[in-house]
C-alpha cells in the first residue's frame, strides 16, 4: 500500500506544479474527443433520426449493422482508420496519419454507432401523434427534424454522454493511428498504459485523477443542461 500512497502523493504534486508532460497529454485528450464528439453528433443525431424515423428498404438491415458495430473493438477500428490513412491506403496522401486530426476520425468511427442507435431508438420511442401534429401544422422535412430532434433531446444528451465516455477512454485507436507521440498525439490513456508499462505510477494516477474530473464535469454540465432545458 505504501507505494499507491506515495504515487498519489506524487500524482498531486505533478497535477500542482503544472507538469508539462502530464498536461500534453491531458490538452491532447481534450482536442481530440471535443472535435470526435462535435463529428459524431454532426453525422450521427441526422442519421438516427433517418433510421428511426423513416422507413425505407433495407432498413432492418441497416439497424442490425448499426447495432453490431456497437460492440466492435477499438483495435479492429484502429487498424481500419491506419490501413486507410497509411502511405498505401487510399487516404494517405491527406497525411493524417499520427495526428490529432487522424484520431479525431477514428473516434468519430468509434462514437458514431452509439449515437446513432440511441437516436433511434428515441425517435421510435415518441408519441406517434407527433408526426401527425406536424405534418396537420404544415411543418417540412427539416422542421419535422428539428422538432423530434429537439422532443429527444434528452436521449440525445444521453447518447452524447456514452459516446464521449467510450471516446475518452480508449486506447487502441489513440495508440494505433495517432502513434504515442510525445507532446505531440499522447493522450491519457495511452500515456497512462506507457507510464505505468515503465512503473511510473505517480504519472499514471495523475493522468487517472484527470481523466475522473473530464467525466465528472462533463456529467455534471450533463445535468446542469438537462435542468435548465426542462424549465
Not at 31 to 59: E, Q
Request: aromatic fraction near 8%; include cysteine; glycine fraction near 10%.
Amino acid at each position: 500500500m505504501d507505494y499507491l500512497l506515495e504515487g498519489l502523493w506524487q500524482a498531486f504534486a505533478l497535477l500542482f506544479h503544472g507538469d508539462p508532460e502530464t498536461y500534453s497529454a491531458v490538452w491532447v485528450t481534450v482536442v481530440v474527443s471535443s472535435l470526435s464528439m462535435a463529428c459524431t453528433l454532426a453525422i450521427g443525431a441526422p442519421l438516427g433520426f433517418i433510421l428511426g424515423y423513416c422507413r425505407f428498404p433495407g432498413r432492418k438491415a441497416a439497424r442490425l449493422g448499426v447495432d453490431t458495430l456497437l460492440s466492435l473493438p477499438t483495435v479492429v477500428i484502429g487498424l481500419m482508420v491506419y490501413a486507410f490513412l497509411s502511405r498505401r491506403g487510399p487516404l494517405g496522401e491527406m497525411g493524417l496519419l499520427f495526428t490529432i486530426p487522424g484520431m479525431a476520425v477514428g473516434q468519430t468511427l468509434l462514437g458514431l454507432p452509439i449515437v446513432m442507435a440511441m437516436t433511434a431508438t428515441a425517435v421510435e420511442n415518441l408519441d406517434a401523434r407527433l408526426k401527425n401534429t406536424l405534418l396537420t401544422l404544415g411543418a417540412g422535412p427539416m422542421q419535422i427534424a428539428a422538432t423530434t430532434l429537439w422532443e429527444a433531446r434528452f436521449h440525445l444528451m444521453l447518447s452524447a454522454m456514452a459516446a464521449y465516455g467510450r471516446i475518452v477512454s480508449e486506447v487502441g485507436i489513440s495508440m494505433m493511428v495517432g502513434g504515442n507521440i510525445k507532446w505531440h498525439t499522447r493522450t491519457i490513456t495511452t500515456a497512462i498504459a506507457l507510464e505505468t508499462g515503465k512503473g511510473e505510477f505517480a504519472m499514471g494516477i495523475a493522468l487517472g485523477l484527470v481523466l475522473m474530473i473530464i467525466a465528472l464535469g462533463v456529467n455534471f454540465a450533463a445535468a446542469l443542461l438537462k435542468r435548465v432545458t426542462q424549465r
